[in-house]
């Protein structure tokens, strides 16, 4: 357990409303992730932060929005869902040893758009 | 197109017998390789790891074998067990840094008592 809490667990949507989904880590990581699985895709990034206020796009941003305004939490914003973003958003933190990186998971948020 | 290729999505196995569960990539660049494991309604959690500097890494039941030429990797799971029942997940990175991995499509292991 690396201290990572998603909320909330499930959420069900209508298309074109906004939805946040909230990351929030207790152990000070500096990096912090949120992912997308979806059957056939596996793990995908769809943004990253490496600091407060400082955040990146992955492979499949579009769509999306993330802000962090403390170290703790790291915020996923669907502005306007759609039913193509129907799917399970992972946070996560990565944590370096001596051969690499690893990556430590939330237990997910599972988003359905109608 | 897929850089991490996990051509199973499932396998079946008795309990008791090997799971050999296989991952193939195109990017010769990738010098690092990870196995997740996940459960229904969890998160991913890390399994075991592997850099391309070695072609073996063992840990307990759980063996990952490196071939660089052939561009593959496998883990092993010997003997497998029904709570290895799972979702296994490959990924790989050249680079440091979580934002670089690139995860495989999975493939689902049932593990038969």
């Known amino acids: 357990d690396a201290g990572i809490t998603q909320s909330p667990r499930h959420k069900v949507t209508e298309t074109g409303t906004p939805v946040t989904l909230r990351c929030h880590q207790t152990e000070n990581h500096r990096y912090m992730y949120w992912y997308r699985q979806d059957p056939g895709h596996g793990l995908r990034l769809i943004h990253y932060s490496y600091g407060v206020k400082d955040t990146d796009k992955g492979e499949v941003s579009d769509g999306y929005s993330v802000s962090r305004s403390k170290t703790e939490d790291f915020l996923l914003t669907l502005e306007s869902a759609t039913s193509s973003q129907t799917s399970v958003y992972f946070c996560?933190?990565?944590?370096?040893?001596?051969?690499?990186?690893?990556?430590?998971f939330g237990s997910g948020t599972q988003l359905s758009v109608l | 197109d897929q850089q991490v290729k996990q051509n199973s999505p499932s396998l079946s196995v008795q309990e008791g017998r090997i799971s050999i569960l296989n991952c193939d990539y195109t990017?010769?660049?990738?010098?690092?390789f990870l196995w997740y494991k996940k459960y229904p309604a969890e998160g991913p959690t890390f399994l075991i790891s592997?850099?391309?500097?070695?072609d073996k890494n063992e840990d307990g039941r759980f063996t990952v074998f490196l071939n660089k030429s052939a561009k593959h990797l496998s883990l092993h799971i010997v003997p497998s067990q029904p709570g290895d029942s799972a979702v296994y997940f490959c990924a790989a990175s050249f680079k440091t840094g979580g934002q670089n991995f690139v995860f495989g499509p999975g493939t689902r292991l049932s593990v038969l008592p």
């Open positions: 592997i850099s391309s500097i070695k």
């Open positions: 996560a933190i990565s944590e370096s040893s001596g051969l690499g990186e690893k990556l430590f």
């Open positions: 990017n010769s660049m990738f010098d690092y």
